[in-house]
């Protein structure tokens, strides 16, 4: 009944940085990848990523649910349906197709854990879609982890969308991690109506080539977005977080907040527009993009975009990058603390602020883990940490 993994037409990839929306992602050598299918997994390597073995646990490999490593509970639905709808409003290119799918409903007290991974000893380009459905008063939380195994090209293109009905919460954290080897082209659809809230958290760690986008509709009014990105790449890593948020009644609430860390040859992209409808009056917008550059080859490029046809609003944007702080490395040498413990010590506060927002114990403590193992020094840190 389940759909198997489905080869398709990667030829799309070949021209796509010639238009203006992905000017800086050139993904046109994968159109000379050849894909193949994927292979299965053991299932002590899907449960060295079970975080929280008392939550529900929702695992796909190469775009087809395992049933005997998840952990399913009343409101989770896996089918071979896939209803992208809600996709079908935004503009991007990123190609959709066939794979097992995933829809949550319903209240939930305990975050729900969704494990995607990609494997193969070929490079395997796959699907992932998830719908998210919030009903009217309803509060749930997903944390969705997407991994690429091994050291191939693959191609991971998940899919999520967000409906969020009249005073509903939704919160969602996307994490990015393995191969640093992969390509990851993602898009999360958020569509919100009267008084609900949405808050998101993107976590770029693994990728060669990645690139996120974010569309929302805020279709209610007095709707609350918080759409925040987190990134630490290193050589030959590259990041797209690429957003569009509409504001299409009054009242509405939302915060774009994306910062991150480069090294060596990292090179990182933010793109934003807010958008706001003319009817949309009393919206407060704002967008905000920091970077820190450890390396004079890591570069940073934020393009804020502000599209405006109300007149009783608050939208503002900024942007920085910079590098670390050499008075605060020289107070931190000065109290016998290690170099590379100092430097990472300031890495990690500086990207720590988005870490800290995470409800999920479990998950943050994987991230943090994760981020401070790809460090110099960090084993000092994560002792203070603990």
């Not at 890495?347 to 991230?367: H, K, M, P, Q, T």
């Amino acid at each position: 009944m389940l759909m198997t993994t489905m080869t398709f037409d990667n030829t799309v990839f070949e021209t796509l940085h010639r238009t203006e929306a992905w000017k800086y992602t050139n993904v046109s050598a994968l159109s000379k990848i050849d894909f193949a299918d994927g292979i299965g997994i053991d299932a002590d390597e899907i449960q060295s990523f079970d975080l929280a073995s008392n939550n529900p646990f929702v695992v796909f490999v190469n775009g087809v649910f395992n049933g005997e490593a998840s952990r399913l509970v009343d409101g989770i639905e896996i089918s071979s349906t896939n209803n992208n709808s809600l996709a079908s409003r935004s503009d991007s290119m990123i190609p959709r197709g066939d794979s097992d799918s995933l829809t949550i409903s319903g209240s939930h007290e305990k975050t729900i854990h969704v494990l995607q991974l990609i494997t193969g000893s070929s490079p395997v380009a796959c699907f992932g879609n998830v719908c998210i459905h919030a009903g009217e008063g309803e509060k749930v939380s997903i944390a969705e982890t997407h991994v690429a195994l091994g050291d191939q090209d693959h191609l991971f293109m998940p899919c999520t969308q967000v409906i969020a009905e009249k005073n509903s919460s939704v919160t969602l954290v996307r994490a990015i991690r393995g191969s640093k080897q992969a390509y990851h082209l993602g898009s999360l659809h958020v569509e919100q109506h009267e008084s609900s809230i949405v808050q998101t958290h993107t976590i770029t760690l693994g990728g060669k080539r990645t690139r996120n986008e974010v569309y929302a509709y805020l279709d209610g009014i007095n709707c609350e977005s918080n759409f925040d990105g987190m990134y630490m790449l290193g050589r030959d890593q590259f990041v797209d977080n690429h957003l569009r948020v509409e504001h299409n009644e009054p009242g509405g609430n939302s915060r774009e907040f994306y910062k991150g860390v480069l090294d060596e040859n990292a090179k990182s992209v933010f793109t934003g527009r807010i958008y706001v409808k003319q009817d949309a009056q009393q919206t407060d917008a704002k967008q905000t993009n920091q970077n820190i550059l450890l390396s004079d080859d890591a570069e940073a490029t934020a393009r804020p975009q502000l599209e405006i046809y109300a007149d009783d609003v608050k939208c503002t944007h900024g942007a920085t990058t910079g590098e670390i702080d050499d008075e605060a490395l020289l107070y931190l040498r000065s109290r016998a603390i290690p170099a590379d413990s100092a430097r990472t010590m300031l890495i990690f506060a500086f990207l720590n602020e988005s870490l800290v927002e995470l409800a999920d114990d479990e998950f943050r403590a994987v991230l943090v883990d994760e981020l401070l193992g790809n460090l110099p020094g960090g084993d000092f840190i994560q002792k203070l940490y603990v």
